[in-house]
């Protein structure tokens, strides 16, 4: 595997359900982020962590949760979502979250989430 | 607050060349990039400014004006493959990355 992963790439889940995305970047990259796309819109960022560090969290309802357990390694914990969280949830990973230069983020494919 | 501007859509002929804009205000800046995104896929990185001109890479290029606040990417020999949705973003004063909404571009034969 190459570059940044994330499965499943398509989930369907109720309102009361419980459910994990998860991301892996084969890239060596200390940073990585979970962004939230919906169509027509900006990509959000939800959560940023550096080294394993959560660095940012945007004001993300509590019922997403992430989990850092390593520097190759990013979860997103999911419960009691509402219909309005269906979207894309795209994983990227960068070298350094501040660094200089372009530090680049890299994307993986996301993975398309419906509630119902 | 913090705005990037872009059109919702533009639609050009294959072969021919195509200018997609960027108005940004942010707080700070610390560079300008540009992303392609084809349907359903991962954003892919295209482009990086962070100096006032023409950064030129194959087929695409790249400008900047900080005094303007403005880019544009700029595809040239157009060809089918090109239909996409094109993201411009600005990193911050924070290194944060502010996104726009995106360019989706249509490629007609």
């Known amino acids: 595997e190459t570059g940044v992963t994330q499965t499943p790439r398509h989930l369907v889940m109720g309102m009361t359900n419980k459910k994990s995305l998860k991301c892996e970047q084969h890239l060596g990259h200390n940073a990585m982020y979970w962004y939230k796309q919906s169509a027509k819109k900006p990509l959000e960022l939800m959560f940023v962590?550096?080294?394993?560090?959560?660095?940012e969290n945007n004001s993300v309802p509590s019922r997403f949760s992430p989990e850092c357990p390593n520097s190759s390694h990013l979860f997103l914990h999911l419960h009691t979502l509402q219909p309005e969280d269906s979207a894309l949830y795209l994983c990227a990973s960068s070298q350094a979250p501040s660094g200089g230069g372009t530090d680049t983020q890299y994307f993986g494919p996301g993975t398309r989430l419906t509630v119902l | 607050g913090q705005n990037i501007d872009q059109p919702t859509e533009m639609t050009a002929t294959e072969g021919a060349i195509v200018q997609i804009n960027c108005t940004y205000q942010?707080?700070?800046?610390?560079?300008l990039f540009w992303y392609q995104q084809h349907a359903g896929e991962a954003p892919t990185f295209l482009s990086y400014n962070v100096l006032d001109g023409l950064e030129e890479k194959g087929r695409f290029s790249s400008f900047l004006s900080r005094s303007k606040g403005y880019s544009y990417l700029l595809l040239k020999e157009l060809q089918m493959k090109d239909s996409a949705s094109y993201l411009c973003a600005v990193r911050d004063s924070n290194y944060q990355l502010i996104w726009g909404a995106g360019t989706k571009l249509i490629i007609k034969p």
């Open positions: 962590y550096s080294l394993e560090e959560r660095v």
């Open positions: 942010t707080s700070g800046f610390n560079g």
